[in-house]
C-alpha cells in the first residue's frame, strides 16, 4: 500500500474551493476531493501550530501531554517518568509508527520538528528531510525533494511520505514569478468598509495597524506580506496574499499528483490531505495569524482518498485532528494505544457513518488563554488571558448564521452559554481524572507570563497604540494589566 499525507500549513477550509470559495485556490486538491471523503467539521484540539501537531501524532489532548504553548513549560512534552520503558510509549504509538507497524516504509519532507524543537515530531520514520528553512521556506525548495524521493521510491511497494508545505503560513511567500492569480477578482465577501473602519479601532496584535504581531515592520524579502494596511482597497494585499500562498501550495501539490500519474501510482494511492490550523483574515479585527480558539484558527480541512471509499461523499459529524491515529489503526489492523483519546471514523471510509463527537473543545494558550466549546451551531469561548485584545471573559457566536464571528449573542441566550461553559467543565474534569499529571496546563501558561507571543510586548504596545490615536485601548489595557 502506499500513502502520501499533504499537510499544508496554515490552511483554512473556507478558502478552498471544495469547501465552497468563490476564489480558484485548490483546483488540485479539488480534484482529489471529488475522489474521495470530504470532512466538513474537522478541528484541532490545541492551537495553533505546536500544539495542533502534538495533538494529532499523539493522538491526545494538550491538557494530558502539556503541549498547549509556543514558549515556557508547555511547550515540551511531560516527562513519562517512572513508567517509561525503553522507548517512549508515546512515540511508539504515534501516528507516524502506525504505517512503520503495518510494515510501509516511512519518509518525511518537513522543517516543523527543527522549527519548535519537536524532535518527537520524527518519531516513526526511516527517512527524514530537512531543507533548512525552519518552516520559512518557500515551496520551491521542498517541491525538488519530494519529486526526488518519487523518483526513488514512489514504484515501490508500501510506502507512506508525509510531504509538509508552508506557504498559506505567514509572512505569505509565494515566489514572485508564480504572480497574482486574483489581482482582478473581488477579495473579500464579507469585510466591507464599514467593518473595516470598525477593524481599524481594534486593540490587540495583528490587528490593520500592526500585521506583523505589534508593529508595522516590512520585510522586503516578503512584499506579499504588507506591515499595515490603513486603507481600504490595501487589504486585497492581505487577502491576495493568502490565497496566493495557498494556490502556490496547491499548485506544487499539483505537480506531485503529475510525477505519480507518470509513475503510474496515483490511482491506487491513498491521499491524506489536511492542515494544522487555519487563519484568521478579519474575525475579531484579527488579520494573517492564528492565535484564538476560533472557528477561523481550529477548524482545518480534512480529505481522505482512501480504497473502497466512496467517491465524492462528505462528512458533516465533529471530528478533531486527534482522531486520525485511531483511525489509521483501525484502517490498518494495529493494535490501538490505551492513552489515545480519539475516535476512529473508519466506518465513513469503509461507507458507513460513525465516530463523530457530539461536542468539541478547543483551547488556544500560545497567544490567548482561551478554552471553546463548539456544539450544534454554536461556539462558546472562554477567556482567561486575552493576548491584550480585551475579549470579555464569556462570548457566543451562532456559526451557521454568522461564521465571521461578528456578533457575540451571549446575552441573548444565556442558557447556550450555561450549555458551552458546562460542556468544557465537564470535558476538563474527565481530561484530569485521565490524566498522569494533577496540573491543567492552561493555568501553567497563565502563571509563566502568559501566552508566550505576549511576553514583555506591554509596554511597547501601549505606546504604540497612543501613537496610533488608540488611547481608548490604551487606557483599557493599562487598566486591566497595571
Avoid at 496554515?10 to 483546483?27: A, E, Q, S, V
Wanted: glycine share 10%.
Amino acid at each position: 500500500m502506499r500513502i502520501l499525507m499533504v499537510d499544508i500549513d496554515t490552511l483554512r477550509p473556507d478558502h478552498m474551493g471544495c469547501y465552497g470559495y468563490f476564489r480558484d485556490t485548490t483546483p488540485n486538491i479539488d480534484s482529489v476531493a471529488a475522489e474521495g471523503v470530504r470532512f466538513d467539521q474537522y478541528y484541532c484540539p490545541d492551537a495553533p501550530c505546536l500544539p495542533s501537531r502534538s495533538a494529532l501524532l499523539s493522538g491526545r489532548f494538550g491538557i494530558k501531554t502539556g503541549v498547549v504553548g509556543h514558549g515556557g513549560t508547555t511547550a515540551d512534552k511531560r516527562i513519562i517518568g517512572r513508567d517509561r520503558e525503553f522507548c517512549s510509549q508515546d512515540d511508539e504509538n504515534n501516528l507516524f509508527n502506525i504505517f512503520r507497524k503495518k510494515g510501509l516504509y516511512t519518509a518525511s519532507i518537513s522543517t516543523f520538528a527543527e522549527r519548535h524543537s519537536a524532535w518527537w515530531f520524527n518519531a516513526g520514520f526511516h527517512e527524514m528531510h530537512n531543507v533548512g528553512g525552519g518552516g520559512m521556506e518557500s515551496g520551491e525548495t521542498v517541491l525538488p525533494v519530494a519529486l526526488d524521493w518519487l523518483d526513488r521510491k514512489g514504484a515501490d511497494d508500501n510506502w507512506f511520505l508525509h510531504l509538509h508545505l508552508w506557504d498559506p503560513h505567514t509572512p505569505y511567500r509565494a515566489p514572485a514569478d508564480f504572480g497574482n492569480p486574483f489581482e482582478d477578482k473581488p477579495f473579500t465577501d464579507w469585510v466591507d468598509e464599514i467593518v473595516f473602519k470598525q477593524h481599524l479601532k481594534k486593540t490587540g496584535p495583528h490587528g490593520l495597524w500592526e500585521l506583523r504581531m505589534f508593529d508595522d515592520a516590512e520585510n522586503a524579502a516578503y512584499p506579499r506580506m504588507p506591515g499595515k494596511v490603513t486603507e481600504y482597497a490595501g487589504l486585497r494585499r492581505v487577502f491576495d496574499g493568502y490565497d496566493t500562498g495557498i494556490r502556490y501550495a496547491d499548485s506544487l501539490v499539483g505537480r506531485v499528483f503529475d510525477r505519480m500519474r507518470q509513475l503510474g501510482i496515483f490511482d491506487d494511492c491513498a491521499i491524506i490531505i489536511t492542515s494544522d490550523h487555519g487563519e484568521t483574515m478579519g474575525e475579531f479585527g484579527i488579520y494573517c495569524e492564528h492565535g484564538v480558539a476560533d472557528e477561523a484558527t481550529c477548524h482545518i480541512p480534512m480529505i481522505i482518498k482512501w480504497p473502497g471509499a466512496g467517491a465524492g461523499q462528505t462528512d458533516a459529524q465533529f471530528h478533531y485532528n486527534l482522531d486520525l491515529a485511531p483511525t489509521m489503526a483501525d484502517l490498518l489492523d494495529i493494535r490501538a494505544y490505551e492513552k489515545w483519546d480519539g475516535k476512529s471514523y473508519a466506518q465513513t471510509l469503509r461507507g458507513g457513518k460513525g465516530g463523530g463527537w457530539d461536542s468539541l473543545v478547543l483551547s488556544q494558550m500560545a497567544h490567548v488563554c482561551q478554552r471553546s466549546a463548539r456544539f450544534e451551531n454554536w461556539l462558546y469561548i472562554r477567556t482567561y488571558h486575552d493576548g491584550f485584545h480585551l475579549f470579555d471573559k464569556e462570548m457566543l457566536f451562532n456559526i451557521a448564521e454568522d461564521p465571521h464571528e461578528q456578533h457575540d449573542v451571549k446575552e441573548r441566550y444565556p442558557e447556550v452559554c450555561a450549555r458551552g461553559a458546562k460542556i468544557i467543565l465537564d470535558w476538563h474534569d474527565e481530561q484530569m481524572l485521565g490524566s498522569e499529571s494533577q496540573v491543567d496546563p492552561l493555568w501553567t501558561v497563565v502563571h509563566e507570563n502568559g501566552p508566550y507571543h505576549t511576553w514583555g510586548m506591554l509596554d511597547a504596545y501601549l505606546e504604540r497604540l497612543e501613537a496610533t490615536g488608540r488611547h481608548d485601548g490604551a487606557q483599557s489595557l493599562r487598566k486591566k494589566y497595571r
